[in-house]
């Protein structure tokens, strides 16, 4: 099989595997959740371990020979290696605060990688119905129409995404509190949506101007956005203005132009 059909392929599948996770998410989202808490404030549900295991099985049926990241699995063993072997790797429900609490930006998250790249990409938010798809090289796309990021230059006129993560010590706070506290005079705008792979749809479709994150979980939360966020145009990098890494726990994102503006704010902030 040619190596753009093996694509689509990976594509299709992870599709069905978003949509039949999502039909579970889009069924218990108006329920009473059974929760547990993996740390102060991160919380799983059974639906997320639900979730995880019918993403898994699914993929497993078509393509057995490949390997699994999973926030849950992950976050029980206390282990992940990603390796150069094709590796989907997965958010089963991204905004598990947000669907606990019946906020609508919740999402399934399924990335591949191969050579440690992310070349496929699906983020699927059940409760809006909206499916955000990419291959490398083939464009990005939301329910099947093609998005691009903004054409937005100036920083003032940007509407900036983050998240806050899980982490609650101080020194992690007060670092978070004042670079929100400059940013907020140098954007539009801030938004904090409670799902780092939405974010990045944010940023693809042009929704948000500019997204950064220090400390998010684990690379299920930006395996699939990743992708989706360069093929709509978009660039990806360290929020020192570094090459992103996407074992770092630390991202941003933007179109071309805003890139070194948001790079010099951080910096800026951090001082």
């Known amino acids: 099989m040619a190596q753009n059909d093996l694509r689509s392929e990976f594509l299709a599948v992870a599709v069905d595997a978003a949509k ?8 218990s989202f108006y329920q009473t959740k059974h929760v547990e ?18 993403i898994f099985n699914h993929i497993r049926q078509h393509f057995p020979s490949h390997k699994f990241i999973g926030e849950e699995t992950t976050a029980a063993c206390g282990f992940m290696e990603l390796t150069a ?3 989907w790797i997965v958010d089963p429900v991204d905004g598990t605060t947000n669907f606990v609490h019946g906020f609508p930006f919740v999402c399934v998250s399924i990335g ?5 790249v992310p070349i496929v990409g699906v983020v699927y938010n ?3 119905d909206e ?16 998005i691009k990021v903004s054409s937005q230059s100036e920083l003032v006129k940007s509407l900036l995404g983050t998240e806050g993560g899980t982490n609650r010590d101080q020194s992690t706070r007060d670092a978070f509190t004042k670079r929100i506290n400059y940013l907020l005079s140098k954007v539009r705008s801030l938004r904090w949506c409670g799902s780092s792979a939405l974010d990045l ?3 693809a479709c042009g929704r948000l101007d500019l997204f950064y994150q220090f400390g998010f979980g684990g690379p299920w939360d930006v395996a699939a956005g990743a992708v989706i966020v360069k093929e709509a145009g978009g660039v990806l990098f360290d929020p020192s203005g570094k090459e992103f890494d996407i074992t770092s726990l630390r991202i941003a994102a933007s179109n071309e132009v805003l890139k070194d503006l948001l790079v010099e704010a951080l910096k800026e902030c951090a001082e």
């Open 112 to 116: 591949l990688t191969i050579e440690k």
């Open 126 to 128: 059940p409760i809006m």
């Open 20 to 27: 039949k996770a999502g039909d579970i998410i889009r069924k």
């Open 201 to 203: 749809c944010g940023i």
């Open 85 to 87: 072997e094709p590796t």
């Open 37 to 54: 808490y993996k740390g102060q404030v991160d919380l799983v549900t059974e639906t997320d371990k639900a979730c995880e295991d019918l």
């Open 131 to 146: 499916l955000f798809t990419a291959i490398d090289g083939k464009g990005a796309f939301l329910n099947g129409k093609p």
